[in-house]
T-cell receptor, first 114, second 115 residues
Framework: AQSVTQLGSHVSVSEGALVLLRCNYS??????LFWYVQYPNQGLQLLLK??????LVKGINGFEAEFKKSETSFHLTKPSAHMSDAAEYFC????????????FGKGTRLHILP | DADVTQTPRNRITKTGKRIMLECSQT?????MYWYRQDPGLGLRLIYY???????NKGEISDGYSVSRQAQAKFSLSLESAIPNQTALYFC??????????????FGPGTRLLVL
């Protein structure tokens, strides 16, 4: 079965600094990968997704992620953090063996320091 | 108006009570899902439905049941609530007919407390 591992349940960065949230996946076939964001007291919304086209995927709010097959990684980055980026971020993989359902990681809470 | 709505948004109940959480969507999607979110555990799939006549168990279906009343409505029931079902519950929808990797659209969540 496919799975994702998010490294670090909490990450703190200063406003204006680089944001890097790490995600590694396990899959025997090329996966579809997603990053979702959950703002306080809200549901999840899609940031970006990789579906085997370009390996560098650009999403909303200045975020991007790069699919690296050799490293089985799909890390999320943003060049300059903003206070409004404080949220919980979930990496997810589409489980092709299980009817296209999405398997979520445990989440990383991003804290932005003034 | 929101595309995916959940009612109630908050609920407090007692052990042993039966409760129902409701989900409605206006996106015209065939696929609907119920997840629960617990701190540090991410989202775990309870049940999913690919159309009105198709209901499937997810990874943590014990203690839960669902009903797909129409394409737009998918309800989750706790037949006899217990304290470890205290969690944040999310409904989600996605399209069908296209390639795998369809985006899921989430409701705002229902916060459930079982005393």
């Amino acid at each position: 079965a496919q799975s994702v591992t998010q490294l670090g349940s909490h990450v703190s960065v200063s406003e204006g600094a680089l944001v890097l949230l790490r995600c590694n996946y396990s899959s025997s076939v090329p996966p579809y990968l997603f990053w979702y964001v959950q703002y306080p007291n809200q549901g999840l919304q899609l940031l970006l997704k990789y579906t085997s086209a370009a390996t560098l995927v650009k999403g909303i709010n200045g975020f991007e992620a790069e699919f690296k097959k050799s490293e089985t990684s799909f890390h999320l980055t943003k060049p300059s953090a903003h206070m409004s980026d404080a949220a919980e971020y979930f990496c997810a993989v589409s489980d092709l063996d299980r009817d296209d359902k999405i398997i979520f990681g445990k989440g990383t809470r991003l804290h932005i320091l003034p | 108006d929101a595309d995916v709505t959940q009612t109630p948004r908050n609920r407090i109940t007692k052990t042993g009570k039966r409760i129902m959480l409701e989900c409605s969507q206006t996106k015209g999607h065939d696929r609907m899902y119920w997840y629960r979110q617990d701190p540090g555990l991410g989202l775990r799939l309870i049940y999913y439905s690919f159309d009105v006549k198709d209901i499937n168990k997810g990874e943590i279906s014990d203690g839960y049941s669902v009903s797909r009343q129409a394409q737009a409505k998918f309800s989750l029931s706790l037949e006899s609530a217990i304290p470890n079902q205290t969690a944040l519950y999310f409904c989600a929808t996605s399209g069908s007919g296209g390639p795998v990797g369809e985006t899921q659209y989430f409701g705002p969540g229902t916060r459930l407390l079982v005393l």
